[in-house]
């Protein structure tokens, strides 16, 4: 199973330390971890994002999962993937993170960067790590998006087009 969870520290400054501690006391079920948070010359956020791939016994997973749900400060989501149209695409007014599970196909590599390339503006961050989905070789790419939010809608419709690609999203309210 793929599980994918999303954190919002409301407070990076304040509660960091308390997410560092549950996530190092966790490590051996975490295979990657990706964090961001706004930066510019005039601003540096409070406010901090955290994408955690769990890989492990179910139950240390939900270990971990439930630790970091009952800190304040701290939102958490878990990225569920579907296949298809049927789960919609819909419109986030906060931070959204789009995953994608690609089959390892010749076929689909191209097709999806194609795509990818495309909608490149709206695309700040992307992680490509290798996964097994329902026992067989997969790409597991983890998408930050920013900027068009109608793009980001057109994105994920694109990606929910092709065959045999299973997509999941998180939105952390703005």
């Given at each position: ?75 958490v989501d878990e990225m569920a ?94």
């Amino acid at each position: 199973m793929v599980r994918i969870i999303g954190i919002k520290i409301t407070d990076r400054i304040k509660e960091a330390g308390l997410v560092q501690k549950a996530l190092s006391d966790h490590a051996g079920v975490i295979s990657t971890r990706l964090g961001f948070h706004e930066l510019s010359e005039e601003r540096c956020s409070r406010e901090g994002y955290m994408v955690i791939h769990l890989a492990g016994l179910a139950d240390d997973c939900e270990e971990l999962a439930a630790k970091l749900q009952k800190m304040e400060g701290i939102s958490v989501d878990e990225m569920a993937f579907s296949h298809g149209p049927s789960d919609a695409p819909v419109e986030c007014d906060g931070i959204t993170l789009l995953g994608a599970l690609v089959p390892r196909r010749d076929d689909l590599g191209i097709q999806v960067q194609k795509l990818l390339t495309t909608f490149g503006c709206v695309i700040r961050t992307r992680l490509g790590v290798n996964e097994v989905y329902f026992g067989e070789p997969a790409g597991l790419i983890l998408l930050e998006l920013a900027g068009d939010r109608t793009q980001f809608v057109s994105l994920e419709k694109a990606l929910r087009e092709i065959e045999d690609i299973a997509i999941g999203r998180i939105c952390f309210p703005a």
